[in-house]
């Protein structure tokens, strides 16, 4: 039997795989902060909702992933202070981020997200770490389908140069 064969939690991880997990913590500790900010800036329901679940998710990899980080010997950064709550009427109208600007910036973030799991997936030689960088990818795919679907619905996307006369194609 080999180093690498068995319970793959019984397996070394390799310097990649200790930087993704590392990172993706690291990430998500931020993603928790940032959020909770955007939280007290947001004026609509849907987004606080959406806001919510990203927080959810963040927490749940936090705790995932600093688990990986500390049965390996790895310490984690440490979590950031919980963000208090504020009234949207307490943050200058000058100093707020609106709902749309809120909207572009956590629909960049799952697309990030979505990439950044994608190389931790394909660079991983452990099953479970692989296995758990896959299950992030589909719950990010689904918040940024949801986020996607309310900036449409909201009139808050703002499109790319969108090919509305298209070439016509000759036939030989």
Not at 4 to 20: R, V, W
Request: negative net charge.
């Amino acid at each position: 039997m080999g180093i690498l064969s068995g319970n793959p939690k019984d397996e070394p991880l390799h310097y990649g795989e200790i930087f993704s997990v590392w990172q993706a913590s690291t990430v998500a500790k931020g993603a928790v902060s940032c959020y909770q900010a955007y939280l007290n800036h947001s004026g609509d329901k849907e987004l606080k909702k959406i806001l919510d679940g990203l927080i959810d998710q963040a927490k749940l990899e936090i705790k995932e992933l600093d688990n990986i980080l500390i049965d390996n010997g790895i310490p984690p950064i440490p979590v950031l202070p919980e963000r208090p709550s504020v009234k949207l009427e307490d943050i200058p109208v000058g100093a707020r981020f609106s709902d749309p600007e809120i909207s572009a910036k956590i629909a960049a973030d799952a697309s990030l997200g979505l990439v950044a799991c994608s190389q931790a997936m394909g660079q991983a030689i452990r099953e479970d770490i692989g296995a758990l960088f896959a299950k992030y990818h589909i719950t990010k795919a689904a918040q940024g389908l949801k986020i996607l679907e309310m900036s449409k619905d909201k009139g808050w996307l703002i499109p790319p140069p969108l090919q509305i006369k298209r070439p016509e194609t000759v036939n030989a």
